[in-house]
Protein backbone atom coordinates (compact mmCIF):
# COMPACT_ATOMS: atom_id res chain seq x y z
CA UNK A 1 0.00 0.00 0.00
CA UNK A 2 2.95 2.14 1.05
CA UNK A 3 4.61 1.66 -2.45
CA UNK A 4 1.47 2.35 -4.17
CA UNK A 5 0.91 5.77 -2.47
CA UNK A 6 4.82 7.01 -3.51
CA UNK A 7 4.35 5.53 -6.81
CA UNK A 8 1.07 7.79 -7.25
CA UNK A 9 2.89 10.88 -5.82
CA UNK A 10 5.83 10.71 -8.15
CA UNK A 11 3.46 10.50 -11.40
CA UNK A 12 1.41 13.71 -9.84
CA UNK A 13 4.86 15.23 -9.27
CA UNK A 14 5.78 14.05 -12.93
CA UNK A 15 2.79 15.42 -14.71
CA UNK A 16 2.43 18.91 -12.64
CA UNK A 17 6.00 19.92 -13.48
CA UNK A 18 5.26 18.79 -17.01
CA UNK A 19 2.32 20.61 -17.67
CA UNK A 20 4.19 23.46 -15.76
CA UNK A 21 6.94 23.72 -18.56
CA UNK A 22 4.42 23.37 -21.48
CA UNK A 23 2.14 26.26 -20.11
CA UNK A 24 5.55 28.71 -19.31
CA UNK A 25 6.49 27.76 -22.70
CA UNK A 26 3.44 28.78 -24.26
CA UNK A 27 2.97 31.69 -22.83
CA UNK A 28 6.38 33.07 -23.93
CA UNK A 29 6.07 32.45 -27.57
CA UNK A 30 5.40 35.48 -29.88
CA UNK A 31 3.76 35.50 -32.56
CA UNK A 32 5.03 37.72 -35.63
CA UNK A 33 3.79 38.52 -39.16
CA UNK A 34 4.86 40.31 -42.04
CA UNK A 35 1.95 42.45 -42.71
CA UNK A 36 3.69 44.52 -45.78
CA UNK A 37 4.33 44.65 -48.33
CA UNK A 38 2.65 41.18 -48.96
CA UNK A 39 3.22 38.08 -51.19
CA UNK A 40 4.69 38.50 -54.71
CA UNK A 41 4.67 42.01 -54.68
CA UNK A 42 6.59 43.87 -57.06
CA UNK A 43 9.12 46.57 -54.98
CA UNK A 44 11.52 48.89 -55.93
CA UNK A 45 14.06 51.49 -54.50
CA UNK A 46 13.67 51.43 -50.48
CA UNK A 47 11.54 49.45 -49.11
CA UNK A 48 9.86 49.74 -45.51
CA UNK A 49 8.84 45.49 -43.89
CA UNK A 50 6.04 46.31 -41.69
CA UNK A 51 5.61 43.11 -38.53
CA UNK A 52 2.82 42.84 -36.41
CA UNK A 53 3.55 41.63 -33.23
CA UNK A 54 1.25 40.54 -30.61
CA UNK A 55 3.28 41.00 -27.73
CA UNK A 56 6.07 43.89 -28.18
CA UNK A 57 7.34 44.19 -24.54
CA UNK A 58 9.00 41.10 -24.81
CA UNK A 59 10.73 41.76 -27.78
CA UNK A 60 14.08 42.58 -27.95
CA UNK A 61 14.95 42.82 -31.79
CA UNK A 62 14.30 41.84 -34.96
CA UNK A 63 16.22 41.19 -38.05
CA UNK A 64 15.76 41.02 -41.48
CA UNK A 65 16.79 37.72 -43.87
CA UNK A 66 16.86 37.25 -47.45
CA UNK A 67 17.18 34.35 -49.52
CA UNK A 68 18.76 32.53 -46.17
CA UNK A 69 21.16 35.07 -45.04
CA UNK A 70 20.82 38.20 -42.49
CA UNK A 71 21.17 41.54 -43.75
CA UNK A 72 22.34 42.75 -40.55
CA UNK A 73 18.98 45.27 -40.63
CA UNK A 74 17.93 45.27 -37.49
CA UNK A 75 14.96 47.34 -35.51
CA UNK A 76 14.72 47.24 -31.32
CA UNK A 77 12.17 49.38 -31.06
CA UNK A 78 8.60 49.59 -31.63
CA UNK A 79 6.31 49.91 -34.16
CA UNK A 80 9.16 47.53 -35.55
CA UNK A 81 9.61 48.62 -39.45
CA UNK A 82 12.91 47.46 -41.23
CA UNK A 83 14.33 49.34 -44.11
CA UNK A 84 15.48 47.38 -47.11
CA UNK A 85 17.57 49.09 -50.13
CA UNK A 86 16.80 46.94 -52.58
CA UNK A 87 19.13 48.44 -55.09
CA UNK A 88 21.78 46.35 -53.36
CA UNK A 89 19.78 42.99 -54.93
CA UNK A 90 19.71 42.07 -58.62
CA UNK A 91 16.40 42.21 -60.15
CA UNK A 92 13.95 39.20 -59.74
CA UNK A 93 12.80 36.97 -56.80
CA UNK A 94 13.80 37.01 -53.58
CA UNK A 95 12.62 35.18 -50.61
CA UNK A 96 12.92 37.15 -47.03
CA UNK A 97 11.79 36.65 -43.70
CA UNK A 98 12.13 38.12 -40.40
CA UNK A 99 13.34 36.28 -37.57
CA UNK A 100 12.58 37.64 -33.54
CA UNK A 101 14.63 37.54 -30.72
CA UNK A 102 12.92 38.12 -27.03
CA UNK A 103 14.52 38.80 -23.90
CA UNK A 104 13.81 34.96 -22.73
CA UNK A 105 16.43 33.88 -25.50
CA UNK A 106 13.35 32.43 -27.63
CA UNK A 107 13.85 33.15 -31.77
CA UNK A 108 10.63 32.77 -33.31
CA UNK A 109 10.44 33.21 -37.66
CA UNK A 110 7.61 34.68 -39.55
CA UNK A 111 6.59 33.04 -42.44
CA UNK A 112 8.60 33.57 -45.84
CA UNK A 113 7.46 36.59 -48.41
CA UNK A 114 8.24 36.04 -52.17
CA UNK A 115 9.03 39.66 -53.39
CA UNK A 116 10.11 40.56 -57.30
CA UNK A 117 13.09 43.52 -57.28
CA UNK A 118 12.27 45.76 -60.51
CA UNK A 119 15.44 47.86 -60.27
CA UNK A 120 17.70 48.98 -62.89
CA UNK A 121 14.41 49.51 -65.58
CA UNK A 122 15.86 50.05 -68.63
CA UNK A 123 14.01 51.92 -71.61
CA UNK A 124 13.60 54.31 -74.04
CA UNK A 125 11.32 56.92 -74.90
CA UNK A 126 10.61 60.24 -77.09
CA UNK A 127 8.82 63.38 -76.64
CA UNK A 128 7.35 65.30 -79.46
CA UNK A 129 5.09 66.24 -82.20
CA UNK A 130 5.66 65.87 -85.68
CA UNK A 131 7.27 69.25 -87.32
CA UNK A 132 8.11 70.84 -84.28
CA UNK A 133 11.60 70.89 -82.63
CA UNK A 134 12.04 69.31 -78.88
CA UNK A 135 15.64 68.88 -77.39
CA UNK A 136 16.23 67.79 -73.43
CA UNK A 137 19.03 69.34 -72.40
CA UNK A 138 19.04 68.53 -68.55
CA UNK A 139 17.92 66.31 -65.78
CA UNK A 140 16.57 65.87 -62.34
CA UNK A 141 15.60 62.90 -60.31
CA UNK A 142 13.42 63.48 -57.11
CA UNK A 143 12.95 61.25 -54.53
CA UNK A 144 10.11 59.24 -55.57
CA UNK A 145 12.82 58.27 -59.34
CA UNK A 146 10.33 60.72 -60.86
CA UNK A 147 12.30 62.50 -63.62
CA UNK A 148 12.60 66.40 -64.37
CA UNK A 149 13.86 67.37 -67.71
CA UNK A 150 14.24 70.60 -68.84
CA UNK A 151 14.49 71.30 -72.75
CA UNK A 152 12.85 73.49 -75.49
CA UNK A 153 9.95 73.72 -77.79
CA UNK A 154 10.58 75.42 -80.85
CA UNK A 155 11.81 78.92 -79.64
CA UNK A 156 10.31 78.51 -75.95
CA UNK A 157 11.47 76.60 -72.67
CA UNK A 158 9.98 73.05 -71.69
CA UNK A 159 9.60 71.56 -68.64
CA UNK A 160 8.56 67.81 -68.07
CA UNK A 161 7.83 65.05 -65.38
CA UNK A 162 7.93 61.53 -65.99
CA UNK A 163 7.66 58.68 -63.74
CA UNK A 164 10.39 56.19 -63.20
CA UNK A 165 9.49 54.75 -66.31
CA UNK A 166 9.70 57.84 -68.72
CA UNK A 167 5.95 58.06 -68.86
CA UNK A 168 4.73 61.99 -69.14
CA UNK A 169 3.28 63.45 -65.50
CA UNK A 170 3.14 66.82 -66.47
CA UNK A 171 4.59 69.47 -69.03
CA UNK A 172 4.70 73.14 -69.53
CA UNK A 173 6.47 75.80 -71.36
CA UNK A 174 7.54 79.21 -71.08
CA UNK A 175 7.95 81.41 -73.35
CA UNK A 176 6.79 84.53 -75.79
CA UNK A 177 7.04 85.78 -79.42
CA UNK A 178 10.79 85.65 -79.99
CA UNK A 179 13.26 83.13 -78.77
CA UNK A 180 13.52 81.94 -74.97
CA UNK A 181 15.47 78.94 -74.26
CA UNK A 182 17.70 77.61 -70.80
CA UNK A 183 19.97 74.85 -70.08
CA UNK A 184 20.19 74.53 -66.53
CA UNK A 185 18.13 73.56 -63.94
CA UNK A 186 17.92 72.65 -60.14
CA UNK A 187 15.49 71.47 -57.73
CA UNK A 188 14.39 73.88 -54.92
CA UNK A 189 14.36 73.16 -51.34
CA UNK A 190 10.24 73.35 -51.31
CA UNK A 191 10.22 70.87 -54.30
CA UNK A 192 9.96 73.07 -57.14
CA UNK A 193 12.45 74.34 -59.89
CA UNK A 194 14.71 77.38 -60.05
CA UNK A 195 15.63 77.59 -64.20
CA UNK A 196 18.31 79.94 -65.88
CA UNK A 197 18.24 80.77 -69.38
CA UNK A 198 18.03 83.86 -71.49
CA UNK A 199 15.04 85.33 -73.63
CA UNK A 200 14.11 87.83 -76.65
CA UNK A 201 10.94 88.11 -75.86
CA UNK A 202 10.82 89.84 -72.47
CA UNK A 203 13.39 92.32 -70.54
CA UNK A 204 15.39 95.39 -71.62
CA UNK A 205 16.03 94.39 -75.41
CA UNK A 206 18.24 92.18 -77.40
CA UNK A 207 18.88 88.84 -75.41
CA UNK A 208 18.44 89.21 -71.48
CA UNK A 209 19.00 86.55 -68.80
CA UNK A 210 15.96 84.95 -67.59
CA UNK A 211 15.36 83.17 -63.87
CA UNK A 212 12.33 81.56 -63.39
CA UNK A 213 11.03 79.65 -60.63
CA UNK A 214 7.93 77.24 -60.37
CA UNK A 215 6.96 74.96 -58.35
CA UNK A 216 6.70 71.44 -58.06
CA UNK A 217 4.45 71.23 -60.54
CA UNK A 218 6.00 73.09 -63.00
CA UNK A 219 3.71 76.21 -62.87
CA UNK A 220 5.51 79.72 -62.50
CA UNK A 221 6.07 81.38 -59.05
CA UNK A 222 7.71 84.30 -60.60
CA UNK A 223 10.42 85.22 -63.29
CA UNK A 224 12.73 87.89 -62.93
CA UNK A 225 15.03 89.38 -66.38
CA UNK A 226 18.50 90.90 -65.83
CA UNK A 227 20.39 92.27 -68.37
CA UNK A 228 20.73 95.42 -70.73
CA UNK A 229 19.53 96.83 -74.02
CA UNK A 230 22.47 94.74 -75.41
CA UNK A 231 23.34 90.71 -75.26
CA UNK A 232 23.45 88.89 -72.06
CA UNK A 233 22.90 85.17 -71.52
CA UNK A 234 22.31 83.15 -68.58
CA UNK A 235 24.65 80.07 -67.24
CA UNK A 236 24.69 77.84 -64.43
CA UNK A 237 21.97 78.79 -61.02
CA UNK A 238 22.83 77.40 -57.45
CA UNK A 239 20.18 77.93 -54.38
CA UNK A 240 22.32 79.48 -51.29
CA UNK A 241 22.09 78.70 -47.81
CA UNK A 242 19.85 81.88 -47.34
CA UNK A 243 17.26 80.63 -49.63
CA UNK A 244 18.18 82.64 -52.31
CA UNK A 245 20.20 82.12 -55.52
CA UNK A 246 23.82 82.46 -57.12
CA UNK A 247 23.95 83.01 -60.92
CA UNK A 248 26.94 82.83 -63.46
CA UNK A 249 26.09 84.43 -67.02
CA UNK A 250 27.90 87.10 -69.19
CA UNK A 251 27.03 90.51 -70.16
CA UNK A 252 27.85 93.13 -72.90
CA UNK A 253 28.05 95.99 -71.31
CA UNK A 254 29.02 98.66 -74.46
CA UNK A 255 26.93 96.57 -77.15
CA UNK A 256 30.54 95.71 -78.32
CA UNK A 257 30.60 91.83 -78.37
CA UNK A 258 33.10 91.81 -75.60
CA UNK A 259 31.32 90.97 -73.34
CA UNK A 260 32.24 89.92 -69.41
CA UNK A 261 31.69 87.07 -67.01
CA UNK A 262 28.30 88.17 -65.61
CA UNK A 263 27.76 86.86 -61.25
CA UNK A 264 24.40 87.85 -59.71
CA UNK A 265 22.96 87.27 -56.43
CA UNK A 266 19.78 87.20 -55.73
CA UNK A 267 17.32 86.76 -52.58
CA UNK A 268 14.71 83.78 -52.47
CA UNK A 269 12.35 85.71 -54.83
CA UNK A 270 15.06 86.58 -57.52
CA UNK A 271 15.64 90.19 -56.65
CA UNK A 272 19.25 91.21 -57.15
CA UNK A 273 21.47 91.58 -53.82
CA UNK A 274 25.06 92.35 -55.70
CA UNK A 275 26.81 91.63 -58.99
CA UNK A 276 30.40 91.01 -60.12
CA UNK A 277 31.95 91.02 -63.11
CA UNK A 278 34.97 89.66 -64.90
CA UNK A 279 37.10 90.21 -67.97
CA UNK A 280 38.82 92.47 -70.28
CA UNK A 281 39.51 93.70 -73.65
CA UNK A 282 38.10 90.69 -75.33
CA UNK A 283 35.41 88.50 -74.85
CA UNK A 284 34.40 86.17 -71.83
CA UNK A 285 32.02 84.32 -71.35
CA UNK A 286 30.37 82.46 -67.83
CA UNK A 287 29.10 78.85 -68.43
CA UNK A 288 29.40 76.98 -64.71
CA UNK A 289 29.78 77.79 -61.30
CA UNK A 290 29.85 75.63 -57.69
CA UNK A 291 30.31 76.04 -54.35
CA UNK A 292 33.95 75.74 -52.59
CA UNK A 293 35.02 74.04 -49.31
CA UNK A 294 35.53 77.79 -48.09
CA UNK A 295 32.07 79.02 -48.75
CA UNK A 296 33.22 80.99 -51.82
CA UNK A 297 32.89 79.64 -55.56
CA UNK A 298 34.70 78.18 -58.42
CA UNK A 299 33.16 80.23 -62.05
CA UNK A 300 33.91 78.48 -65.37
CA UNK A 301 33.89 80.05 -68.28
CA UNK A 302 36.15 81.02 -71.45
CA UNK A 303 38.35 83.96 -71.80
CA UNK A 304 39.89 85.38 -75.23
CA UNK A 305 41.54 88.66 -72.88
CA UNK A 306 43.55 86.37 -71.13
CA UNK A 307 45.42 83.13 -71.83
CA UNK A 308 47.55 81.79 -74.76
CA UNK A 309 45.32 83.47 -77.34
CA UNK A 310 42.23 82.74 -79.25
CA UNK A 311 39.78 81.52 -76.54
CA UNK A 312 41.29 79.71 -73.57
CA UNK A 313 39.18 78.40 -70.80
CA UNK A 314 38.91 80.89 -67.69
CA UNK A 315 38.10 79.67 -64.18
CA UNK A 316 38.13 82.39 -61.16
CA UNK A 317 37.76 81.28 -57.62
CA UNK A 318 35.78 84.44 -55.34
CA UNK A 319 34.89 84.54 -52.13
CA UNK A 320 31.07 84.26 -50.79
CA UNK A 321 30.53 87.96 -52.35
CA UNK A 322 32.22 87.00 -55.51
CA UNK A 323 35.45 89.20 -54.83
CA UNK A 324 38.25 87.88 -57.05
CA UNK A 325 41.27 85.65 -55.23
CA UNK A 326 42.54 84.10 -58.33
CA UNK A 327 42.34 82.70 -61.45
CA UNK A 328 43.94 80.83 -63.91
CA UNK A 329 43.20 80.21 -67.93
CA UNK A 330 44.27 77.21 -69.62
CA UNK A 331 44.58 76.45 -73.72
CA UNK A 332 46.55 75.09 -76.23
CA UNK A 333 46.03 77.56 -79.12
CA UNK A 334 42.90 76.48 -80.33
CA UNK A 335 39.89 77.70 -78.96
CA UNK A 336 38.76 76.28 -75.80
CA UNK A 337 35.55 76.91 -73.92
CA UNK A 338 34.85 75.54 -70.28
CA UNK A 339 31.40 74.17 -69.97
CA UNK A 340 31.25 72.04 -66.88
CA UNK A 341 32.76 71.86 -63.56
CA UNK A 342 32.86 69.72 -60.64
CA UNK A 343 35.27 69.49 -57.17
CA UNK A 344 36.72 65.50 -56.82
CA UNK A 345 37.40 63.65 -53.58
CA UNK A 346 40.92 65.15 -53.33
CA UNK A 347 39.64 68.97 -53.28
CA UNK A 348 41.00 69.42 -56.71
CA UNK A 349 38.63 70.38 -59.63
CA UNK A 350 37.13 68.10 -62.88
CA UNK A 351 36.55 70.77 -65.98
CA UNK A 352 34.85 69.66 -69.01
CA UNK A 353 35.05 72.19 -71.93
CA UNK A 354 34.99 72.35 -75.50
CA UNK A 355 37.83 72.24 -78.53
CA UNK A 356 36.87 73.91 -81.29
CA UNK A 357 39.80 73.96 -84.28
CA UNK A 358 39.83 74.67 -88.26
CA UNK A 359 36.59 75.92 -88.08
CA UNK A 360 33.06 75.63 -86.20
CA UNK A 361 32.48 72.26 -87.53
CA UNK A 362 35.45 70.65 -86.01
CA UNK A 363 34.93 70.12 -82.35
CA UNK A 364 35.99 67.88 -79.92
CA UNK A 365 34.78 67.46 -76.03
CA UNK A 366 38.52 67.56 -73.63
CA UNK A 367 38.29 67.17 -70.09
CA UNK A 368 41.20 68.60 -67.85
CA UNK A 369 41.96 67.51 -64.04
CA UNK A 370 43.59 70.03 -61.82
CA UNK A 371 44.77 70.11 -58.34
CA UNK A 372 43.21 72.81 -55.12
CA UNK A 373 45.58 75.76 -56.76
CA UNK A 374 44.50 74.88 -60.15
CA UNK A 375 47.45 73.33 -60.99
CA UNK A 376 47.48 71.05 -64.58
CA UNK A 377 47.20 67.55 -63.54
CA UNK A 378 46.22 66.17 -67.31
CA UNK A 379 44.22 66.83 -69.93
CA UNK A 380 42.58 64.36 -72.43
CA UNK A 381 40.60 64.93 -75.76
CA UNK A 382 37.88 63.02 -77.57
CA UNK A 383 37.99 64.17 -81.20
CA UNK A 384 35.03 64.38 -83.60
CA UNK A 385 32.62 65.17 -80.54
CA UNK A 386 29.76 67.74 -79.74
CA UNK A 387 28.76 68.82 -76.05
CA UNK A 388 26.20 71.48 -74.87
CA UNK A 389 23.81 70.73 -72.19
CA UNK A 390 22.93 71.76 -68.30
CA UNK A 391 24.72 68.22 -66.34
CA UNK A 392 26.87 66.62 -69.13
CA UNK A 393 29.28 65.91 -66.39
CA UNK A 394 28.87 63.65 -62.63
CA UNK A 395 31.35 62.22 -60.36
CA UNK A 396 30.39 58.22 -59.30
CA UNK A 397 32.07 57.77 -56.57
CA UNK A 398 36.13 58.70 -55.40
CA UNK A 399 37.71 57.39 -58.83
CA UNK A 400 35.15 57.64 -61.57
CA UNK A 401 33.12 59.98 -63.70
CA UNK A 402 30.50 59.60 -66.56
CA UNK A 403 30.06 62.57 -68.99
CA UNK A 404 27.87 62.60 -72.58
CA UNK A 405 28.27 64.52 -75.48
CA UNK A 406 27.43 63.43 -79.39
CA UNK A 407 30.62 61.94 -80.80
CA UNK A 408 30.41 62.45 -84.89
CA UNK A 409 29.20 58.60 -86.91
CA UNK A 410 31.70 58.58 -89.85
CA UNK A 411 29.57 56.03 -91.75
CA UNK A 412 26.16 57.74 -90.83
CA UNK A 413 27.43 61.12 -91.33
CA UNK A 414 25.78 61.90 -88.33
CA UNK A 415 26.19 62.36 -84.83
CA UNK A 416 25.28 59.35 -82.03
CA UNK A 417 24.66 59.91 -78.52
CA UNK A 418 28.25 58.78 -76.21
CA UNK A 419 28.43 58.31 -72.27
CA UNK A 420 31.74 57.87 -71.33
CA UNK A 421 32.91 55.74 -68.03
CA UNK A 422 36.28 57.25 -67.04
CA UNK A 423 38.94 56.79 -63.93
CA UNK A 424 40.33 59.63 -62.14
CA UNK A 425 43.46 59.72 -64.50
CA UNK A 426 40.74 60.05 -67.32
CA UNK A 427 41.30 56.40 -68.83
CA UNK A 428 38.47 55.19 -70.58
CA UNK A 429 36.50 52.14 -68.49
CA UNK A 430 33.31 51.91 -70.76
CA UNK A 431 31.52 53.93 -73.45
CA UNK A 432 28.20 53.21 -75.14
CA UNK A 433 27.18 54.70 -78.26
CA UNK A 434 23.32 55.29 -78.82
CA UNK A 435 21.86 56.28 -82.51
CA UNK A 436 20.61 55.44 -86.08
CA UNK A 437 21.43 57.08 -89.18
CA UNK A 438 20.46 60.44 -88.50
CA UNK A 439 21.18 63.34 -85.72
CA UNK A 440 21.14 61.78 -82.38
CA UNK A 441 22.36 64.09 -79.80
CA UNK A 442 23.09 63.43 -75.74
CA UNK A 443 23.30 66.72 -74.07
CA UNK A 444 23.07 65.26 -70.60
CA UNK A 445 23.63 62.46 -68.07
CA UNK A 446 22.75 61.82 -64.22
CA UNK A 447 23.44 58.87 -62.14
CA UNK A 448 19.97 57.48 -61.19
CA UNK A 449 18.45 56.31 -57.57
CA UNK A 450 19.04 52.32 -59.17
CA UNK A 451 22.87 53.34 -60.17
CA UNK A 452 21.71 53.06 -63.76
CA UNK A 453 22.28 56.49 -65.73
CA UNK A 454 19.84 58.63 -67.88
CA UNK A 455 20.68 60.41 -70.40
CA UNK A 456 19.02 63.58 -72.16
CA UNK A 457 18.91 65.15 -75.77
CA UNK A 458 17.32 64.74 -78.92
CA UNK A 459 17.00 62.43 -81.87
CA UNK A 460 16.02 62.54 -85.39
CA UNK A 461 15.43 59.08 -86.44
CA UNK A 462 13.01 58.01 -83.80
CA UNK A 463 9.26 59.75 -82.58
CA UNK A 464 8.26 61.82 -84.81
CA UNK A 465 12.12 62.78 -85.06
CA UNK A 466 13.25 63.35 -89.42
CA UNK A 467 14.98 65.22 -91.13
CA UNK A 468 13.45 68.03 -90.26
CA UNK A 469 12.73 68.45 -86.39
CA UNK A 470 14.06 66.63 -83.40
CA UNK A 471 12.19 64.53 -80.58
CA UNK A 472 13.57 64.95 -77.45
CA UNK A 473 15.05 61.83 -76.44
CA UNK A 474 15.11 60.30 -73.27
CA UNK A 475 17.59 57.20 -72.46
CA UNK A 476 17.30 54.71 -69.26
CA UNK A 477 20.34 52.49 -69.02
CA UNK A 478 21.18 49.78 -66.35
CA UNK A 479 24.68 50.30 -64.11
CA UNK A 480 26.67 49.27 -67.05
CA UNK A 481 25.20 51.62 -69.49
CA UNK A 482 22.99 49.08 -71.44
CA UNK A 483 19.21 49.57 -72.13
CA UNK A 484 16.49 48.42 -74.60
CA UNK A 485 16.28 48.90 -78.35
CA UNK A 486 13.58 51.37 -78.99
CA UNK A 487 12.18 49.37 -81.57
CA UNK A 488 11.22 46.55 -78.67
Not at 245 to 254: A, E, K, Q, T, V
Not at 272 to 301: H, K, M, R, S
Not at 454 to 465: A, C, E, H, L, Q
Request: net charge negative; charged share 20%.
Amino acid sequence: MKSAILFLVFFFFIFSSCGKENNEEDNSTINIFISSPTMNSSVQDTIDIHCDIDNKNDVLKIELWIDGDSTGIIDYDAPFILQWDTHNYSNGSHTLFVRLYDHSGNIVDTDYVILNVNNFLVFQSTFGSEDINEVGYSVVQNSDSNLVILGSIDNDIMLIETDRYGTVQWNQSYGGSQLDQAYHLQQTSDGGYIISGSTESFGFGESDIRLTKTDPNGLIEWNTYLGSSHNEYGGQVLSTTDGGYILIGNRDFHGDGNSDIWLIKTNSQGDTLWTQTYGGVGYEYGADIILAEDGGYFLLGSTTSYGNGDSDIWLIKTDLNGNHEWDHSYGDGSNDYGESILQTYDGGLMIQFIIQSFGSGNTAVGLLRINTIGEKIWSKAFGGTYAKGGNTLQQLDLNNYIFACSVFNHGDNAYDAWMIKIDDNGEIIWDRTFGSGGDDKGLSVLQTLDNGFVIIGSTNNFGYGDSNSSDLWLIKTNPQGYTKDLSN
